[in-house]
Each structure stands twice: as structure tokens, then as C-alpha cells.
């Protein structure tokens, strides 16, 4: 019988240190996010822009989801080919 193989952390603690800091500034409402400084009131952006921050500092963070450019890239093709 196999043992069973270990599951990695995708995040680092510093990932999670950084993500724990920004909740707290998104409930105490002075999370602002972009150029226009627009406070942050949903708490996927706020995740979204605390593992941005984390990647920006070194910290272990899987890279961002090809999903989307994957999708865009297919509809562009689609209305070329239209």
C-alpha cells in the first residue's frame, strides 16, 4: 500500500501575514485601491490587491490564472474570423 504523498502550501506565510493586514484595513474602511484611491469595499478585490502586494514584495504566491487572456484572446480570433 502507497503512503500518501504530502500536499504543498501554495501560499507563504508572508502571503498570509499581508492578506490578514489588508482585511483588517478593508473592515476599518481605509483600503483604497487603484490611481483614483476609491475605498474597497469587496472582499475578493481586497484578497485580489493583498496578493498582489504579496507577489510585489517576494512573497510564495501560485502565478496569476491564464484564464482570462486565454478567453479574451479566443474572442478576438472569433470576430477576426466574423
Do not use: D, F, W
Request: no cysteine; charged share 40%; hydrophobic share 35%.
Amino acid at each position: 500500500m502507497a503512503a500518501k504523498k504530502r500536499a504543498k502550501k501554495k501560499y507563504g506565510a508572508a502571503a498570509s501575514k499581508t492578506v490578514k493586514k489588508v482585511m483588517h484595513a478593508r473592515k476599518r474602511g481605509t483600503l483604497k485601491s487603484g490611481r483614483a484611491k476609491k475605498k474597497v469595499k469587496s472582499q475578493k478585490q481586497a484578497i485580489a490587491i493583498a496578493l498582489s502586494e504579496a507577489r510585489a514584495a517576494g512573497a510564495k504566491v501560485p502565478k496569476k490564472s491564464s484564464r482570462r487572456t486565454k478567453s479574451s484572446a479566443r474572442t478576438k480570433r472569433s470576430r477576426k474570423n466574423a
